[in-house]
Structures are given as structure tokens and as C-alpha cells.
């Protein structure tokens, strides 16, 4: 099964990206204080998920199953 979506990046919080659902609106998925928390979103790219796609820093199953359940997915920078 595949699943697109669209990356985006936050301009307020570094390394910090956004999947959600390709056509989706993040103002209608995200809960408000998330939305402040991130400030403007850009978007980065569009991926056709799978769960054998290889991503750079989370697992393509648990994102995919993050937008099925949550609506987005939300990638944290690695711990320093």
C-alpha cells in the first residue's frame, strides 16, 4: 500500500518537518498550539510512502501509520 504526502520544513524550529496527507491543509489538521509552536510551514517535498521506503531519520510504517491515525507526523531533530 502507498500513501502520499508532503513534507514540510518549520521556520521556527530547526530540523523539525511535517508529513501530512498530500492536499491537506495544515491549519485544518494541526491542534492550534502545534501550529503556533511551529510557526510557517514550507513545504519541502512530496513523497509516495511504503513501508519498505527508506527515510532518512523515521521509519516509513510508523509515518504512514501516524497519518492514518494522528492525520500528520511530526519529525523532532535527532537528540544532541
Known amino acids: 500500500m502507498a500513501m502520499e504526502c508532503t513534507v514540510y520544513r518549520s ?12 492536499e491537506s491543509d495544515p491549519a485544518e489538521v494541526l491542534p492550534e498550539s502545534l ?10 517535498m512530496d513523497l509516495t510512502l511504503t513501508p519498505e521506503r527508506r527515510l532518512a531519520r523515521a521509519d516509513a510504517a510508523v509515518v504512514m501509520a501516524a497519518l492514518e491515525d494522528e492525520g500528520y507526523y511530526l519529525q523532532l531533530p535527532p537528540p544532541a
Open 35 to 44: 501550529l503556533h509552536l511551529l510557526g510557517v510551514l514550507d513545504p519541502v
Open 11 to 22: 521556520r521556527r524550529k530547526r530540523e523539525t518537518y511535517l508529513y501530512l496527507p498530500r
